[in-house]
């Protein structure tokens, strides 16, 4: 049986949402109302999987049940704080003594619900998590998959190699950082990264990313600078 108990479809907020939940009703029946809401929802159904789509893509909240298989929730947790992973984490558990909620919060958890919960509590919590969070704009490391970028000391790393960038390569690069797993369009980049408007047809991006992705991914194993046809580029792993 879920252990949703009640809906309330409100707000807008545009979040995007990583639930991982192994039972598979309460999973979709979040998914869906989080869309209902106006966010979007991604699901992993086991902690190996929510472990690797939260190290690799960026997330608003990330709610975790904490009996998982393959890789319990507090140790997914737990993983993705040690890497440097800051985004906030509501914890569900069917486990709800004073403890086993401290357990939770010590272990990376920013918040604990019991099961069973309404979804109204449940989306109000992740609101307020997400409105307690630091913008990317304020974070000095950003990472996805093995590639790296400290914007305090301006080095880029994959796979703990160094990469040496021109400055304005290193822009376009932190841009895509801060919109990881998203499209971003060459009209976003020539406002943001150039500064200025001018013919989106002009090859001046096509040139960059050519010469980014040839230091982001000669010599590593997997693409992470990926071209959307007819739209943009995005960064992810995989």
């Known amino acids: 049986m879920s252990p949703l108990t009640s809906r309330k479809i409100a707000y807008n907020d545009g979040m995007k949402i990583l639930v991982i939940e192994d039972d598979r009703e309460a999973a979709d029946y979040m998914?869906?109302?989080?869309?209902?809401?106006?966010?979007?929802?991604?699901?992993?159904?086991?902690?190996?999987?929510?472990?690797?789509?939260?190290?690799?893509?960026?997330?608003d909240v990330l709610v975790v049940d904490r009996m998982l298989p393959r890789r319990d929730g507090l140790s997914v947790i737990a993983g993705l704080r040690s890497r440097g992973n800051t985004?906030?984490?509501?914890?569900?558990?069917?486990?709800?003594?004073?403890?086993?909620?401290?357990?939770g919060?010590?272990?990376?958890?920013?918040?604990?619900?019991?099961?069973?919960?309404?979804?109204?509590?449940?989306?109000a919590r992740v609101e307020v998590l997400n409105r307690r969070a630091p913008t990317r704009e304020s974070e000095t490391l950003y990472r996805v998959g093995d590639l790296?970028?400290?914007?305090?000391?301006?080095?880029?790393?994959?796979a703990a190699q160094e990469i040496v960038l021109q400055p304005r390569e290193y822009r376009l690069l932190e841009y895509l950082m801060r919109h990881a797993g998203q499209?971003?369009?060459?009209?976003?980049?020539?406002?943001?990264?150039?500064?200025?408007?001018?013919?989106?047809?002009?090859?001046?991006?096509?040139?960059?990313?050519?010469?980014l992705r040839g230091k982001i991914e000669k010599g590593f194993e997997k693409p992470i600078l990926h071209t959307i046809r007819g739209a943009g580029y995005m960064l992810k792993a995989g």
Not at 43 to 57: K, R
């Open 31 to 59: 998914q869906k109302a989080f869309a209902e809401a106006g966010h979007t929802a991604h699901v992993a159904g086991d902690g190996d999987s929510g472990f690797a789509l939260a190290d690799a893509a960026e997330y």
């Open 87 to 103: 985004t906030p984490v509501l914890i569900l558990s069917a486990l709800g003594e004073v403890d086993d909620r401290v357990t």
């Open 105 to 123: 919060l010590r272990a990376g958890g920013d918040d604990y619900l019991t099961k069973p919960y309404a979804f109204s509590e449940l989306l």
């Open 148 to 158: 790296e970028i400290d914007r305090l000391s301006h080095t880029v790393r994959r």
């Open 183 to 211: 499209v971003v369009t060459r009209t976003m980049l020539l406002e943001n990264v150039w500064d200025y408007h001018f013919d989106p047809q002009t090859n001046v991006i096509d040139v960059h990313i050519s010469r």
